[in-house]
């Protein structure tokens, strides 16, 4: 799934209140830095180093290789990256992980047109765990002991994505699903965590 990149009036609202923030604040509520010649911040997003200059409203891999991120997936990464900055606390993670539709709202959120596509993930991976715990391992991921398969994704730093792994079987499909730290939703509204949700998927089918 590939979306065409448009920005937004709430794109331009995040920049300007990202270009307004006190930068030593951004960096230690994100986890982030900021680089004072340039101008620009750092994060990271799975192996990747972007930089995000709010004077020049733009986002780009520093070392080239996450720009099919940007350009495939801009619809997902780019939003959630700006709102991140602007709205993460300095707040650890809990090692409560919890299911998007367990969070505050998410019951009702996540469906419909926001149904996240695990079933897409299951279907590539359910007879092949270790070709699922590789492509997690190039994304820079965590390798977890959930299910048949698990890997945590650091779409962004303070925002971890466990995906996890049913294998096919004799008596049932395989299956994935997906969790959130249960501070997640300290850091970024429903409508951010289900682009960062969709970003996890698609970047490992």
């Known amino acids: 799934m590939v979306l065409s990149y448009m920005p937004s009036s709430g794109e331009e609202k995040a920049w300007g209140i990202l270009n307004s923030l006190e930068p030593s604040a951004v960096c230690r509520n994100g986890t982030v830095s900021f680089d004072q010649a340039g101008g620009y911040y750092r994060a990271r997003s799975f192996c990747t180093e972007f930089s995000i200059d709010p004077r020049g409203k733009t986002i780009k891999s520093l070392d080239?290789?996450?720009?099919?991120?940007?350009?495939?997936?801009?619809?997902?990464?780019?939003?959630?990256?700006l709102w991140y900055l602007v709205d993460a606390k300095d707040i650890p993670c809990s090692g409560k992980l919890v299911k998007?539709?367990?969070l505050q709202g998410g019951e009702h959120f996540f469906r419909g047109s926001h149904t996240l596509p695990l079933e897409n993930l299951?279907?590539?991976y359910g007879e092949d765990a270790s070709s699922f715990l590789q492509k997690g391992r190039d994304l820079?991921?965590?390798?977890?002991?959930?299910?048949?398969?698990s890997v945590r994704l650091f779409p962004l730093p303070r925002?971890?994505?466990?995906?996890?792994?049913?294998?096919?079987?004799?008596?049932?499909?395989?299956?994935?699903?997906i969790l959130f730290?249960?501070?997640?939703?300290?850091?970024?509204?429903l409508d951010m965590l289900w682009s960062l949700a969709m970003l996890s998927i698609l970047v490992m089918l």
Not at 159 to 177: G, H
Request: glycine letters at 6%; proline letters at 6%; hydrophobic letters at 35%.
């Open 64 to 81: 080239g290789t996450g720009e099919d991120l940007i350009q495939r997936y801009g619809y997902f990464f780019i939003h959630s990256c």
């Open 100 to 102: 998007p539709e367990n």
């Open 122 to 124: 299951a279907k590539k």
């Open 140 to 149: 820079c991921a965590e390798t977890e002991t959930h299910g048949d398969a």
């Open 159 to 177: 925002i971890p994505v466990t995906l996890i792994l049913w294998l096919k079987d004799e008596e049932f499909p395989a299956r994935a699903d």
């Open 181 to 189: 730290d249960s501070t997640a939703e300290i850091h970024l509204p």
